[in-house]
């Protein structure tokens, strides 16, 4: 059964530093693509950052860009979001997600963690 | 960035009921579109990617088309399972941006 369990949520103060971690199990964790996505209380969805298989690839969303570091490490099949300058807006649910594919355009997240909250407050 | 625009942002239903819920980009992304269901306080479930293709295990009430910059989700048979938000995904080009959403509730 593929799972993904997020970790490392919590309340930190604006300018603090988090780390989360996102680990998988049930399948072959380095064959896929892996994406943070976000949603903050009662709104919509917004993708964070993706990484691809060795990570070697990434990509940020502009809001976090110079702020948030997306890593893997296959070996613990494990994913991570280390996030520094941490403002009240990004106060939200953290989601990982797994793709199949991100290339070429294609790019669709089949299996998603149950997320973790990040609150940024004074 | 590319924008993804949600119509209508909710709507109220009856059980049995076809339900359209559209989507539109602000450029061509080609079939780079995905659909997404989430319920309340769980994480989003993927229905439909690249715009038709229905995802495994996901009943075949839904359906997905539109290429270019309009797009739809249908759900030909409302259950008492769908009534949750619906969000589409732009995969064309980073960043991946959604569209708002459409909530989907009980007439």
């Known amino acids: 059964e593929v799972q993904l369990v997020e970790s490392g949520g919590g309340l930190v103060q604006p300018g603090g530093s988090l780390r989360l971690s996102c680990a998988a199990s049930?399948?072959?964790?380095?064959?896929?693509?892996m994406h943070w996505v976000r949603q903050a209380p009662g709104k919509g969805l917004v993708w964070v950052s993706r990484i691809n298989r060795d990570g070697t690839i990434t990509t940020d969303a502009d809001s976090v860009k110079g702020r948030f570091t997306i890593s893997r490490d296959n070996a613990k099949n494990t994913l991570y979001l280390q996030m520094n300058s941490l403002r009240v807006e990004d106060t939200a649910v953290y989601y990982c997600?797994?793709?199949?594919?991100?290339?070429?355009?294609?790019?669709?997240?089949?299996?998603w963690g149950q997320g973790t909250l990040v609150t940024v407050s004074s | 960035d590319i924008q993804m625009t949600q119509s209508p942002s909710s709507l109220s239903a009856s059980v049995g009921d076809r339900v359209t819920i559209t989507c539109r980009a602000s450029?061509?992304?080609?079939?780079?579109l995905n659909w997404y269901q989430q319920k309340p306080g769980k994480a989003p479930k993927l229905l439909i990617y690249a715009a038709s293709t229905l995802q495994s295990g996901v009943p075949s009430r839904f359906s997905g088309s539109g290429s270019g910059t309009d797009f739809a989700l249908t759900i030909s048979t409302l259950q008492p399972e769908d009534f949750a938000t619906y969000y589409c995904?732009?995969?064309?080009?980073?960043?991946?941006?959604f569209g708002g959403g459409t909530k989907v509730e009980i007439k």
């Open positions: 049930g399948f072959t964790f380095r064959g896929y693509w």
């Open positions: 995904q732009q995969s064309y080009s980073s960043p991946l941006t």
């Open positions: 997600a797994r793709a199949p594919y991100c290339s070429g355009g294609t790019c669709y997240a089949d299996y």
């Open positions: 450029q061509s992304i080609s079939s780079y």
